[in-house]
């Protein structure tokens, strides 16, 4: 029996996000990268032009349910992707897919092309909460609260503080955002072992050319793979971001306890807070 779990994540509190990470994303970023090489063979001459056209126009046609199916029977997610594109190519274009390349050169920078698009979808909705964080500072820095230690009541602070210091963390991680961004965007097309051999005297060009026509930047060495401290570094920092935002709506979600009633998040006149208890007014935001 087939099952299928669905995780809230995928379908209540989906956001668009969530588009960068499926399998028929990743499916159309390893064949850009494909039709990209192909596309900068036939401009150094090493296959013919009309058979990079050819690969571009292909990529376009092919499902990700053949791609599947051949995978199924070679065991070989890369090639099974090299398979189902030369499927749809006419003529002979598709013996020049994935000329000189291996699994890693692609993958990999399609990674990289995923990574970088997720970071600037995240950098852009930091930005925006900021925004929100420095009005909200300011139209509230008189408003004058009970400070609190160790969660029991110190004295008075105001809510201009509290946001104010959610906002300068938001403003840190921008910073750290902004560098990680910038060794997140790299790709390599450089062969086997990262020699540049299978690409004869021309691994350079089609390097660093593969990597500006995608708008990423080429990796100065590497062996099969693009180095995992790259992709570490952007867990590590999503983990920070993550928790930031986790303090964020935790404290919001106490201080809307009815033993305490500091704030409330908006309650529209048809909403519904349980489906037993009318008189409950949940957290449903944070």
Known sequence: MSHKYIHPIETRY????????????????????EAVLAKIHASLG????????EIENARKKVKIERVNEIDREIHHDLMAMVKGLAEQ?????????????????????AIGLQLKDALAYIENSLIDLLKELIRLMDENKRLVCIGR???????PTTYGMRFGVWAYEIDRHLDRLSETLQRISFGKMSGAVGTMASFGDKGIDIQNAVMKELDLNP?????????????????????????????????????????VGEMFEPFANKQV???????????HKS
């Open 14 to 33: 989906r956001t668009e996000i969530a588009d960068l990470f499926t399998e028929e994303k990743k499916l159309q970023n390893w064949m850009l990268v």
């Open 46 to 53: 090493t296959i013919p032009k009309d058979a990079a056209k």
């Open 89 to 109: 190519c006419e003529g002979d274009a598709g013996k020049y897919i994935h000329l000189g390349a291996t699994s890693y050169d692609i993958e990999d920078t």
């Open 149 to 155: 230690t160790h969660g029991q009541h110190a004295i």
């Open 219 to 259: 990796v100065l060495i590497a062996n099969q793979i693009i180095q995992r401290d790259r992709h570490a570094e952007v867990i590590l920092l999503t983990s920070l971001m993550g928790q930031t935002l986790s303090k964020i709506d935790r404290e919001q979600r106490i201080l809307q306890r009815n033993e």
């Open 273 to 283: 807070g349980s489906s037993t208890m009318p008189h409950k007014r949940n957290p």
